[in-house]
């Protein structure tokens, strides 16, 4: 059965002024599916993540996307910066998720409560619904952020590290939550540092200021194209765990797309 594209760039070229942080390139990414960027810090994961939200225009070739509807491209940072004073609550904050389909001064009605609501219960943060975000831990907020996305009921959700440093409750929600919109037609794209958790996505980009591969896992995850991209002699995923020597060992990321048996 044919596997259908969402996203095709072609020589795709995106810079941050006279700095080249992707040199031209060609990646599909599929729909309905998790694909995982990977690469050394310093490779672009993030710079294309911003590409398809929109964030960056390419500087040369085509980033080639359908319309997505009024949800848009929900977008998860890995990390929200939060000012302390401002007395926002994590019901309003997971209804900012509702603005790319309502607008900033449209109300809000049964239904747009309803998502919001049953996004905060998905991540099991309605208890929290009053809460003021500076009063939660991280891995809480984190939660609060991505049952922001999941109220904008996009087709595309972008990950940008979600998962990082958090407790282990939190992480295995996030990625139930990524699970359970793969199945229900969404696509899924995060960043991840881990070799063995990009093994389980359904396909993988490995990046290093350029595409070196991307594919199924079992394609792209060898010695020859991780040695390639990470500039030294690797083993493959699953014969070793690649701890990447950019990467500074007091900040682990790990972002585990994990599927259910």
Do not use: W
């Not at 295995?172 to 696509?187: H, K, M, N, P, S």
């Amino acid at each position: 059965m044919p596997v259908e594209i969402l996203i095709r760039a072609e020589n795709l070229r995106l810079s941050y002024g006279d700095r080249t942080a992707l040199a031209p390139s060609n990646f599909d990414i599929p729909a309905a599916s998790v694909t995982a960027i990977i690469g050394p810090n310093g490779a672009g994961k993030s710079t294309l993540l911003n590409a398809i939200a929109g964030l960056v225009q390419p500087t040369a070739g085509s980033l080639i996307m359908p319309q997505l509807g009024p949800g848009g491209v929900a977008y998860v940072l890995q990390s929200t910066k939060l000012n302390e004073l401002t007395p926002i609550t994590v019901r309003e904050a997971v209804g900012m998720g509702r603005y790319a389909r309502l607008g900033y001064f449209h109300r809000f009605h049964q239904r747009d409560r309803s998502v919001c609501e049953q996004a905060m219960e998905r991540l099991r943060i309605g208890d929290l619904a009053n809460r003021h975000l500076s009063e939660l831990s991280g891995g809480q907020r984190q939660r609060v952020f991505v049952a922001q996305g999941l109220a904008q009921e996009a087709s595309l959700l972008l990950l940008d590290e979600p998962i990082t440093g958090l407790d282990l409750v939190s992480r295995q929600l996030i990625l139930d939550v990524i699970e359970a919109e793969t199945a229900d037609g969404t696509t899924v794209i995060g960043t991840t540092h881990s070799l063995d958790e990009a093994h389980m996505a359904d396909h993988v980009i490995l990046l290093a200021s350029r595409v070196v591969a991307s594919g199924t896992p079992d394609s792209v995850l060898t010695a020859e194209y991780l040695s390639i991209a990470y500039g030294h002699p690797m083993l493959s995923a699953g014969e070793v765990l690649h701890d990447d020597p950019h990467h500074r060992p007091a900040e682990p990321r790990h972002v585990h797309f994990e599927r259910k048996p």
